[in-house]
């Protein structure tokens, strides 16, 4: 199946099965995301995601997770946008993505293409450098992404067009689809223990206002749109009015300066939904 990009500002992906295509639905790793962990869990990894992770300088790790089932095929493909300094570096360079199944094999992506594709919503050129395509194990898969130099990237997961979860915390306790093998029917000699409490998955539990006030200056540029919360960091110095524009909005309810500059103009709400983080806590 060939596959094209369609937001570039977003780096939200498209999977080209019909004249038409729609985005896939980005996720930003933050610099917290060190370890798989820590970091996001796709609660369904066959649905369409664009994983964006940045780096400012070698050695520096982020991370995620993906939930897949028995039955699944797992989809990834790995993407530079095709300018400096990412399209002029050797692969060795390039940040390193290796994946760990729900059953501990390694796999590190190995870059065996650089092809080229015209991105036209945002008039932008990308590169395919990677595609792997396998059937999934049931189970939680982890990627852990490793900077090897100053560089920016999207990982695409999936390929199926629709609303997909975003989840933060323990990983939810698996169910019977989700179980490698059959579970062995209890017995007298083996009885079957008690359930356990299911651990508690939330979407919000970092995204606080406390939170989104400490992310006030252009280090770490946090705002809230119409109730979610948005990193703005990297559109400061890319925004078409200015960096003070996006600047008057970190650490802050931006809603009625948004909607007041914009309009309800659908290329800024597409531009921003690139950058959304999560839903703020009540």
């Known amino acids: ?9 977003a780096l939200a992906l498209a999977f080209t099965i019909a004249p038409s295509a729609s985005a896939h639905q980005p996720v930003v790793l933050l610099d917290t995301d060190t370890t798989p962990a820590a970091g996001p869990l796709l609660a369904d990894g066959t649905v369409s995601f664009a994983v964006r992770a940045s780096f400012t300088k070698s050695g520096q790790k982020k991370a995620f997770r993906a939930a897949l ?6 989809d990834l493909q790995y993407l530079i946008v095709d300018k400096k300094p990412e399209n002029a ?4 360079l390039l940040p390193q993505l290796v994946i760990t199944s729900p059953t ?24 395919y450098l990677a595609r792997y395509s396998v059937p999934a194990e049931a189970g939680i898969y982890n990627f852990v992404i490793t900077s090897r130099a100053k560089a920016a990237i999207t990982i695409a997961v999936g390929d199926r067009e629709t609303q997909g979860e975003v989840l933060r915390g323990p990983a939810p306790t698996p169910t019977p689809a989700m179980a490698a093998t059959p579970t062995a029917t209890p017995t007298k000699e083996a009885p079957q223990p008690s359930a356990s409490p299911t651990p508690e998955v939330t979407t919000q539990s970092a995204y606080t206002m406390a939170k989104v006030k400490e992310n006030n200056s252009a280090a770490s540029c946090w705002t809230v749109v ?3 919360v948005y990193d703005l960091t990297q ?5 078409p009015g200015g960096s003070s524009a996006i600047l008057s909005l970190c ?7 948004f909607k007041a500059q914009h309009r309800g103009s659908g290329r800024p709400e597409s531009t921003l939904a690139g950058y959304l983080l999560a839903p703020l806590a009540k």
């Open 69 to 74: 089932k028995n039955g699944d095929q797992f």
């Open 226 to 228: 119409s109730g979610n």
């Open 89 to 92: 570096m050797k692969s060795t």
């Open 104 to 127: 501990g094999k390694k796999t590190t992506i190995k870059y065996t293409e650089r092809t080229k594709f015209y991105e036209p919503f945002g008039r932008t050129n990308f590169l």
């Open 251 to 257: 650490g802050t309810d931006g809603t009625a300066s």
């Open 235 to 239: 559109w400061i110095k890319s925004h």
């Open 1 to 9: 199946m060939r596959r094209t990009l369609t937001t570039a500002i």
